[in-house]
């Protein structure tokens, strides 16, 4: 009987056991699940929360986002991110950063997004979740106005400057025509780059049509944009990746305002035309 007692209790302890050990591996499932499957996307209640939609951007890309004469940022995204986020209840804070560091602005949350004519490329859709684009943009070589220089073969042996960490440094990189030159100059911002090829210490720019021609345009400037660009490119809200639920509620809040032709208006503030992608 003892013998009998003792083999019954043993099974009844396999069996415990057995429960507990389920009851601890569907604990460890349910866990491990949320632990390797998609963290909550706090993005937008986190904006909502504090109140803010702190945008990164580099302050010295007009006509996009710089600074004015009295040292206001301003400019075609700052206007229609200020928009986005008065829809959206919270205050704009614009957030200067160093361009070539974007990415990591975005991963540590430094900032909530990226918004400041910024280009989409392969890599930028693989570390980034983007908006839909909202403009197209033409990458352009710009020289001075009463240079000699006629198109990229007329460029063979001279130097170029290019914005550090920009598509148009990695297009510039990867291109036939860079081969072509004797030099690449990368600057921080294309203002400097303006400086200097205004002192003629390069031979030309690479850059973004927009901005060579707001230059030229409304400071005066004595470029020109040679006819011949490498790329046409189109420009997006960068931020960080997951954070889905604030990029569709920015998303949302732009196409109202291209359907109730609000970014028409600005654009035409800025551009003198309606240059928005629908």
Request: contains cysteine; proline residues 1%.
């Amino acid at each position: 009987m003892k013998k009998l007692s003792l083999a019954v209790f043993a099974v009844l302890m396999t069996a415990m056991l057995a429960v507990f050990a389920g009851c601890g591996s569907s604990t460890g499932t349910t866990s491990g699940t949320a632990a390797s499957g998609t963290a909550q996307d706090n993005s937008l209640q986190n904006v909502l929360d504090k109140g803010t939609l702190v945008l990164g951007l580099d302050d010295s890309f007009p006509p996009m986002g710089f600074r004015d004469e009295n040292n206001n940022i301003v400019g075609f995204d700052i206007d229609v991110a200020t928009e986005v986020a008065n829809r959206m209840g919270v205050q704009l804070q614009l957030q200067p950063i160093d361009w070539a560091s974007k990415e990591m602005e975005l991963d540590t949350g430094a900032i909530d997004c990226i918004w400041n004519g910024m280009s989409i490329d392969d890599e930028r859709r693989q570390v980034m979740d983007l908006s839909e684009p909202y403009m197209t943009n033409r990458m352009v070589l710009v020289v001075l106005n009463d240079s000699a220089y006629t198109d990229q073969a007329s460029l063979a042996g001279k130097t170029v400057g290019v914005q550090n960490g920009s598509t148009a440094e990695k297009i510039l990189e990867e291109s036939a025509f860079s081969t072509t030159l004797a030099d690449t100059i990368g600057f921080k911002d294309n203002v400097t780059a303006f400086m200097e090829l205004e002192t003629n210490a390069i031979d030309a720019i690479f850059m973004d049509e927009v901005v060579a021609n707001y230059a030229i345009a409304s400071q005066n400037k004595n470029f020109r944009v040679l006819e011949d660009g490498l790329a046409e490119e189109e420009y997006a809200v960068g931020f960080k990746k997951g954070n889905t639920a604030l990029k569709e509620e920015v998303q949302k809040y732009i196409d109202e305002m291209k359907a109730d032709g609000t970014m028409t208006q600005i654009s035409e503030k800025w551009f003198g035309r309606d240059v928005v992608t629908r």
